[in-house]
């Protein structure tokens, strides 16, 4: 019963995640991304993709702020 809350918990989280990236919220993204310990391969790529672009786009708003 415990794998199943827990394997429960994880799709929850993913569930979170994914549904945040694909509302176009990218920080609420990869808020969730981070407190996901997962073993899927399928969300552990999600999950990647969402840091990665969580970081360009923190890296293009810093560029932006250094040229005003």
Known sequence: IQALLAQSTVLS??????A??????LEKAWEAARQLDIDDP???QYKALIEKEYAEAKEFDELLDFLT
């Open 13 to 18: 989280n993913g569930d979170t995640m994914m």
């Open 42 to 44: 399928t969300l552990g």
């Open 20 to 25: 945040h990236y694909l509302n176009g919220d």
